[in-house]
């Protein structure tokens, strides 16, 4: 099983900041099977990033993805008050999919 | 509009069972896979199981940690897809999700709003 580490597990921004958070796997991941989500508090996740980086339909263009192998990035440009949530990346390499960990994003 | 909407979550006691229901519409059903996801009390996702589409024969996976007490199923003539939950454990308590995988994709780009399951006596 291919494990997700997410990092940090927690991070507060003010906004307007640039805020990236991580997400690294134990066995290598295809760039096109690593994936993040977005969820908010008592809500059903929502795929924001596919395969690596691109957008899902209707996320801000202040949100970017990256990376490759084993470490892969979220990056917001700028945070606004409506990005708070919990986002947690997911991979795919032969079942079981798995997710990391999440991280948690406050706005100061 | 694609929906999923869960249904069948309560409250059972250890080694009961429970069946699950995602009612799904504004797609065609058997081009997709369909995928069950669960989320216990304050903790990651986790991935339990997968049918696939038509074209793979409805085929399922599971996670080791349901392989042989939960099974994936559909109606294909209705668009429902269900978990039958068996043997039930404390740690099965979750809130239970379904959600679509476009085929080849691997991820999951619709959810339902979740069942929720507490096993307790």
């Known amino acids: 099983e291919n494990v997700l580490t997410q990092s940090p597990a927690i991070m507060s921004a003010s906004p307007g900041e640039k805020v990236t958070m991580t997400c690294r796997a134990s066995s290598s991941v295809s760039s096109s099977y690593l994936h993040w989500y977005q969820q908010k508090s008592g809500a059903s996740p929502k795929l924001w990033i596919y395969?690596?980086?691109n957008l899902a339909s209707g996320v801000p263009a202040r949100f970017s993805g990256s990376g490759s192998g084993t470490s892969y990035s979220l990056t917001i440009s700028s945070v606004e008050a409506e990005d708070a949530a919990t986002y947690y990346c997911?991979?795919?390499?032969?079942?079981?999919?798995?997710f990391g960990g999440g991280t948690k994003l406050e706005i100061k | 509009e694609v929906k999923l909407v869960e249904s069948g979550g309560g409250l059972v006691q250890p080694g009961g069972s429970l069946r699950l229901s995602c009612a799904t519409s504004?797609?065609?059903?058997?081009?997709?896979?369909m995928e069950w996801v669960r989320q216990p009390p304050g903790k990651r996702l986790e991935w339990i199981a997968a049918s696939r589409n038509k074209a793979n024969d409805y085929t399922t996976e599971y996670s080791a940690s349901v392989k042989g007490r939960f099974i994936v199923s559909r109606d294909t003539s209705q668009s429902i897809l269900y978990l039958q939950m068996n043997a039930l454990r404390a740690e099965d308590t979750a809130i239970y999700y379904c959600?679509?995988?476009?085929?080849?994709?691997?991820?999951?780009?619709?959810w339902g709003q979740g069942t929720t399951l507490t096993v307790s006596s």
């Open positions: 504004g797609f065609t059903f058997s081009d997709f896979y």
């Open positions: 997911q991979q795919y390499s032969g079942y079981p999919h798995t």
């Open positions: 959600a679509r995988a476009p085929t080849g994709t691997h991820y999951f780009d619709y």
């Open positions: 395969s690596t980086s």
